[in-house]
């Protein structure tokens, strides 16, 4: 039997208390009690479900019904679980803010079956445990942090009870798959989301993944389905529809242009097929036409009217005379060093030059502390892909200074994240310094009118993200005009990082293959 390190301590007419660990309390989206390690659940029915279904002995004397409000779906929304619940598999491709969780979650329960498992980015997981209590009324598990035994403890309930749902983090999934690999009774839902993923389709996250794909009912969602070519879509194709989609290559064969490449290393002749364009036009038709078969993709301007204006503006700055001296110095040895690691070093320069003992802030920082003290009301966001080396720094710089701040990052505990959000949403805070990738998912932050960028995600998708969190995910909410601001240093590699965003290259590949476009 496995121990499940839960000890009920109470049970009275508004709590549940009980006696565990952090990992417990975040499975169960518990809050903190005031004694340590003592963790409460409000005392309504859904809780007691949660609890009685990982606790089966334990009573009950109160039974309060939950005060969940009904929510609506709006139309274009019941058009599209209408049409992707007839099927066993599907894809929702909608643009962000479009709803495809509600989408997603509604398509499960016209499918009446009854366990799902659902797989997605770790920074997700507290936004659909709420969403699947809020819009199903149904208990789930966040799963990640729990010991592997008790993983698989879930894993079972999942294959073997009636309605049971859980929640994992893709890496952590990626680590448990195997359990998965020989179980010959699938009926079972599987959910994906940020699902892009999928195109590195030989990758191990993808391969543990496809452990799923017979899996009774699968659905993806990807804002992103397609990042730098159509031939992307493949790996999503291949995990909904394996038995049609199982060879990239013949999937490539039949639909695109190739193009041979031969190159001579070390004496020896290899040669590889590039895959180009489509090969007709009719052929792009077809694979669209294929797509759509069971797919959703919506845009937010034909759904969402209401979606308040956003103005981009770029602010190009000089760098300091120290800060310049130091990048001209450091861009002349670029031969000297690995191409994505002098790119770094130059950007770094660009955001925090003190980190190379220069005495000066930088540009970028001067121009955010004056910014600030001169719209210290407004909300703003700040976005930078560096935490150590520029936004915590910052952070400190910007108190030093008298100007209030909250740190969203990777060390953010999800605790403390929703705390700084509602106290930026509620406007006990204005300004929010956030790192990219922690905080471009999953968060609403529609109060703010400002986002900067002091520096951008090589990601396209990365970028479009955190750009989406300050819109606003109904039309009640702030319908004032948004301002995106990207802090460009003149003659760096940020003018060159910004181009090929617009042009949506793969920036990785630019800097591996050709580094001289970033020092001509």
Known sequence: ???????IKEINKYKIIFKSNYSWAFCLNAQQENKINYYFLENNILNQQKIKKILPSLKFNFVYKNENTKIK?????????????????????????????????????????????????????????KSV?????????????????????????????????????????RLDSIFFKN????????????????????????????????????????????????????????????????????????????????????????????????KTEKHKQLLQQKIKTISVNRKQKEVLPWLPKIIYQQEYLLMEEEQQKIYLELSNKWKEYKPLEI?????????????????????????????LKEK????????????????YPLS?????EKIKVGLITGKTSAFNKEEIINLFQNKNLNILLCNIKSANLGINLSKANTIIFADRSYSPADNKQAEARFLPTNDQ???????????ICYSSIDEKINELLKKKEDIIKVINNKPNYFFE
């Open 1 to 7: 039997m496995v121990n499940l390190t839960i000890e």
């Open 73 to 129: 779906l709006r139309n274009y929304q019941i058009e599209d679980v209408n049409f992707l619940s007839k099927l066993n598999q599907g894809a929702i491709f909608s643009e962000m803010r479009t709803g495809k969780t509600p989408i997603a979650l509604f398509i499960f329960k016209k499918w009446n079956i009854e366990n799902l498992i659902i797989i997605v980015p770790v920074i997700l997981q507290s936004y659909w445990q």
């Open 133 to 173: 209590e809020n819009w199903l009324n149904l208990p789930a598990y966040i799963i990640t942090y729990l010991d592997k035994n008790i993983r698989l403890f879930f894993y079972q309930k999942l294959i073997k009870e009636k309605q049971f749902i859980i929640i994992i983090s893709k890496e952590t999934f």
């Open 183 to 278: 179980i010959k009774e699938k009926n079972f839902c599987v959910i994906i989301d940020e699902a892009h993923y999928l195109r590195n389709y030989n990758s191990q996250q993808s391969k543990s993944i496809y452990i799923l794909k017979n899996a009774s009912h699968k659905l993806i969602l990807t804002g992103t389905p397609i990042v730098n070519h159509y031939s992307d879509i493949f790996g999503i194709l291949k995990f909904l529809q394996p038995e049609i989609f199982s060879s990239y290559w013949e999937f490539s064969n039949k639909y695109f242009n190739f193009q041979e490449i031969k190159f001579t290393n070390n004496n020896k002749n290899y040669k590889f097929h590039k895959i180009q364009d489509f």
């Open 343 to 371: 790119i770094t070093k130059l950007k770094s320069i660009t955001l925090y030059p003190k980190l190379f003992g220069v005495d000066c802030l930088g540009i970028k920082i001067n121009f955010l502390i004056n910014y």
């Open 376 to 391: 210290n009301i407004q909300k703003t966001i700040i976005f930078s892909t560096r935490s150590e080396t520029f936004l």
């Open 396 to 400: 400190e710089i910007l108190e030093k």
């Open 477 to 487: 909410e702030n319908k004032e005009i948004r301002l995106i601001i990207d802090l």
